[in-house]
């Protein structure tokens, strides 16, 4: 989970750090609950897609307002292929 607080920091103002620690343990455990239901997901282009949707709805639903909606996308990319190098 380091790299995943790193790709946090990279995107967080100085103002929104302080909830990056939590923010980063609810989305990890979010994503993670959901992959474990799903099979061989990185096969599929639609559970590929749901993965990708799950992130950033969870991005979205964490993460202060005051994040732009481009570091946000950014930040939804490198979490995806996180997960997808993880699991292929």
Do not use: H
Not at 58 to 65: A, C, F, G, H, N
């Amino acid at each position: 989970m380091p790299v995943l607080g790193l790709i946090f920091l990279r995107y967080a103002s100085p103002r929104t750090r302080s909830c990056r620690s939590r923010s980063m343990r609810e989305l990890v455990d979010k994503i993670q609950e959901r992959l474990v239901q799903m099979t061989r997901w990185t096969e599929k282009p639609e559970t590929r897609a749901e993965v990708d949707t799950i992130i950033r709805n969870e991005l979205y639903r964490l993460l202060p307002v005051s994040y732009p909606d481009e570091s946000i996308a950014a930040c939804r990319a490198e979490i995806y292929e996180y997960f997808y190098a993880r699991t292929a």
